[in-house]
């Protein structure tokens, strides 16, 4: 049986997975056309390739955490996904972040906590 704790840091790197590709899609799509040849320009794109992996791989570690959690907590816990794009998108892409933005990071965070201690 798994506990809480494994169901709370699979959903969480699974998130930190899915973000971390997010993130290489944004920093390494190419300008491209709709096209064939702007597809193409897509699928040779070396680190667009990896992203891809990567959020193929967190699929299964997400499944498994909703398959042995409570979708109630399970779903709103990768929620920390925001956060962790937020993180990517300031220091890996140099966006600037509004106070909104902080604010609204800082509320997921408090409900995230307040699932959890649910949980």
Do not use: D, H, W
């Amino acid at each position: 049986m798994i506990g809480e704790a494994e169901i709370i840091a699979l959903t969480v790197f699974s998130s930190f997975l899915a973000s971390f590709a997010q993130y290489l899609f944004k920093k390494n799509l190419p300008r491209f056309e709709a096209s064939i040849r702007g597809l193409f320009s897509i699928i040779k794109n070396k680190f667009v390739v990896i992203g891809l992996l990567i959020y193929i791989v967190s699929l299964p570690i997400y499944l498994f955490a909703l398959k042995n959690g409570a979708l109630s907590f399970v779903y709103p816990t990768f929620a920390t996904s925001f956060i962790f794009v937020l993180l990517f998108s300031k220091f890996g892409i140099g966006e600037k972040i509004s106070l909104s933005r902080v604010i609204g990071i800082i509320l997921v965070i408090f409900g995230i906590s307040i699932i959890a201690l649910t949980f």
